[in-house]
């Protein structure tokens, strides 16, 4: 089973930035998709934005593209979320998971196509 630790959450005010983190156990991190959901209080767990296994691709939900960028380092088993501009609305807490499945970038969006996922680390975004 993959472990996946998220650090870089944070309080900040809004137009901030900060920049996420996730590492990843094990040695074939660089096989897999990875993505980034969010969860705010009373809310479902949403889609943020995934990369595939080689960092050539990425996906963004509407609401931050422009504003997020994820990254991938495969030598470090670490992926990234960089998180420019930050809205009021973007406060939550910030999950990792890795799809379920090597080698595939389908509907990166969906939920139930990860099966690993990190702890998550909270982000706050002042007003």
């Known amino acids: 089973q993959v472990q996946l630790v998220e650090s870089g959450g944070g309080l900040v005010q809004a137009g901030g930035s900060l920049r996420l983190s996730c590492a990843s156990s094990?040695?074939?991190?660089?096989?897999?998709?990875m993505g980034w959901f969010r969860q705010a209080p009373g809310k479902e767990r949403e889609f943020v934005a995934a990369?595939?296994?080689?960092?050539?691709?990425?996906s963004y939900a509407d609401s931050v593209k422009g504003r997020f960028t994820i990254s991938r380092t495969n030598a470090k088993n670490t992926v990234y979320l960089q998180m420019n501009s930050l809205k009021p609305e973007d406060t939550a807490v910030y999950y990792c998971?890795?799809?379920?499945?090597?080698?595939?970038?389908?509907?990166?969006?969906?939920?139930?196509?990860?099966?690993?996922w990190g702890q998550g680390t909270q982000v706050t975004v002042s007003s």
């Open positions: 998971a890795r799809k379920s499945s090597s080698g595939t970038f389908y509907r990166p969006d969906r939920r139930d196509g990860y099966d690993g």
């Open positions: 990369i595939s296994w080689t960092g050539a691709m990425t």
């Open positions: 094990g040695r074939t991190f660089s096989n897999y998709a």
